[in-house]
């Protein structure tokens, strides 16, 4: 069964950075990829990032292109979302996701089978 578990939520300044952690486990085969996703009070849940593990592709959301990063740490089962430049926009609850995917990552929410319990990113007063 895969696992998922996020890390690193916390307060930050406006315009400061966080980096998310997501530690994946579980997974049947070596091809895979995890989505980084966030859901604001009242809105949708949108795809802001995610990574292939077939192809090491990234794909990002347009609007934190250039300010987040994702990442993947093979020693650690692990992938990160580095978050820059933080704005007002960018505060919600950060989950990551997974599928058995075989190519170019999506952002799709309806494309990923496994979630984690999310983390909340928040701004500090």
């Known amino acids: 069964q895969v696992q998922l578990v996020e890390s690193g939520g916390g307060l930050v300044q406006p315009g400061g950075s966080l980096t998310l952690s997501c530690e994946f486990s579980?997974?049947?085969?070596?091809?895979?990829?995890i989505g980084w996703f966030r859901q604001a009070p009242g809105k949708e849940r949108e795809g802001v990032g995610c990574?292939?593990?077939?192809?090491?592709?990234?794909s990002y959301l347009d609007s934190v292109k250039g300010r987040f990063t994702v990442s993947r740490d093979n020693t650690k089962n692990t992938v990160f979302l580095q978050m820059d430049s933080l704005q007002p926009e960018d505060i919600a609850v950060y989950y990551c996701?997974?599928?058995?995917?075989?190519?170019?990552?999506?952002?799709?929410?309806?494309?990923?089978?496994?979630w984690g319990q999310g983390t909340e990113v928040t701004f500090s007063s």
């Open positions: 579980g997974f049947a085969v070596d091809y895979y990829t």
């Open positions: 990574f292939s593990s077939s192809d090491g592709t990234t």
């Open positions: 996701a997974a599928a058995y995917i075989w190519g170019p990552c999506r952002l799709s929410k309806t494309d990923y089978d496994f």
